[in-house]
């Protein structure tokens, strides 16, 4: 192992050279009530769990970035933003699917289905979510990389913040937190554009005519990106993230997680090329797992609730083991029954299908059909009858009583809709609005993608006069099909 020295600081007479790492240890050391934060420098490493990360980062970051511009066509004047939380319009379009206010319940349906598929993921492998997906960890990997560019691996890190101020620490450091600040900046703006027209707002950004809340959003997801993953980075997973603690109530001894296997790595020690192997562990102690995780924890003390099962340390793990000619896998996905079974001299066995992941599963795929057929048997035509309240009547002067009504009617497609409404439960009653009178149907026409109020007046003829109220139904008919809305008319009392 290499030994970094600082000679930067003061020695008194007779004193040896201080390492870095123990110039980092004084600096943590705690002065006050609270122990500061001891900063963790993870070491790049190689290997398939790494590579995946990249893949991932670079697949999930390039979906948030490039959704905004994606176009899908819709007719007449509506956005043709693939996906876009229009508040003007009160609608959430995803693709072919739109969504009103008063569908806020398939949003709902979504959280749900998110939340019992975590739930089911960390149940079989534990936090692969936290591990490859999480917003957190992905921009926490970005920013890494950024500073690597800039300052190096881990040594170097540690050498350029131990070393004293200079120009090369100066522009190294400026310009790692200007590259920070464009990321922030372009995590902000993307955001921004899911909520309005990307090519217009873009426009207006920069000529300071965009909306408010466009700025006011912008700001603070520039801030938090900036400040979460570029300094609190371990502290957001440890701290301020729930899951971490709620994931207990997940797991299992089955459940596949980034484990030592201290059956085959115990007794552990140091290890030169010509000693041999009998009578201890493959473990020789290198500590690379542990330089190489972002959470600063040394995972052979077993499961820990800041391990966020990144795979990092099995990738450095595997690459000591080559080096050592032992074999790969003294750390991996595993279970703790198998490695207890293995411990016992035992075959080990894993058991994906167990009362908890088959409760979950079955969960998720119950909410999942309910969401597609919710979705496959929208009604395209809604309408709501709204019987007047004040007056409740009107009695004309031949003795006929009318009543008045307001039908809203939703269109939800992309289509006008050609109309016939009908009225019924009331013999002779006459069907008007302000453009049409008489006793036959009315024909209208409603525009797409909006909610259109239509004024009727129902009248029943003096020879039908009753007290009380009757019920009565408007039937609207479209496409060969009829919708019945239950509704009363009103008499009122015969003794008026």
């Keep these: 192992m290499t030994v970094l020295i600082d000679r930067t600081r003061q020695k008194t007479p007779g004193e040896g050279p201080v390492s870095v790492a123990e110039r980092q240890r004084e600096k943590a050391r705690p002065t006050g009530l609270y122990k500061p934060r001891t900063p963790i420098y993870p070491k790049l490493v190689h290997g398939p769990w790494r590579w995946l990360k990249w893949a991932l980062l670079i697949v999930m970051l390039a979906i948030y970035y490039v959704t905004p511009w994606i176009r899908w066509e819709r007719p007449g004047t509506l956005p043709d933003q693939a996906v876009l939380v229009d508040f003007d319009g009160g609608r959430f379009y995803f693709f072919m699917i739109q969504l009103w206010p008063q569908e806020v319940y398939f949003i709902t349906g979504l959280l749900v289905m998110s939340a019992l598929a975590l739930f089911l993921v960390t149940a079989l492998f534990g936090r692969l979510w936290c591990g490859y997906a999480c917003p957190q960890t992905v921009w926490t990997d970005l920013y890494i990389y950024v500073e690597r560019m800039f300052e190096g691996d881990r ?128 473990c020789i102690d290198c500590n690379q797992c542990v330089v190489a995780c972002p959470m600063g924890i040394d995972i052979r003390k077993g499961a820990q609730l800041e391990c966020i099962n990144c795979g990092l340390c099995i990738d450095a793990c595997d690459e000591i083991m080559d080096r050592v000619g032992r074999q790969r896998g003294l750390i991996a996905y595993d279970t703790d029954a198998a490695v207890s079974a293995r411990c016992e001299g035992r075959k080990p066995q894993h058991r994906l299908l167990r009362p908890r992941t088959v409760y979950y599963g079955g969960a998720l795929a119950l909410v999942g059909g309910l969401m597609v057929w919710g979705l496959s048997s929208r009604e395209q035509i809604v309408v709501h009858a709204l019987r007047d309240r004040n007056p409740a009547y009107v009695l004309l002067h031949d003795g006929a009583v009318r009543n008045g009504y307001t039908l809203k009617i939703a269109n939800h497609g992309f ?40 004024r009727l007046f129902v009248t029943a003829p003096a020879s039908e006069a009753n007290s009380g109220s009757r019920d009565a139904t408007f039937e609207v008919i479209s496409d060969d099909r009829t919708r019945s809305i239950e509704t009363a008319f009103e008499y009122g009392s015969l003794s008026e």
């Design 155 to 282: 040594n170097a890190r540690m050498r350029l913040d131990a070393a004293p101020t200079s120009f090369n620490k100066l522009w190294r450091k400026t310009a790692k937190h200007a590259v920070w600040m464009g990321i922030a900046f372009g995590t902000g703006g993307a955001w921004i554009f899911y909520f309005h027209d990307a090519p217009q707002l873009i426009r207006t950004f920069w000529v300071g005519t965009a909306p408010m809340t466009a700025y006011v959003s912008c700001a603070i997801l520039t801030f938090t990106t900036y400040v979460f993953a570029g300094h609190m980075r371990e502290q957001v997973c440890t701290y301020m993230c729930p899951w971490p603690r709620i994931q207990g109530a997940m797991l299992d001894d089955q459940s596949f997680q980034v484990t030592y296997r201290y059956n085959r790595g115990e007794p552990r020690g140091p290890h030169k090329k010509a000693e041999t192997w009998v009578g201890r562990g493959d």
């Design 415 to 454: 289509e006008a809709a050609k109309l016939e409404i009908r009225y019924a439960g009331v013999p002779g009653a006459a069907l008007s609005n302000p453009g049409h009178a008489g006793t036959g149907p009315l024909i209208i026409k409603v525009a797409p993608n909006r909610v259109t109020p239509i």
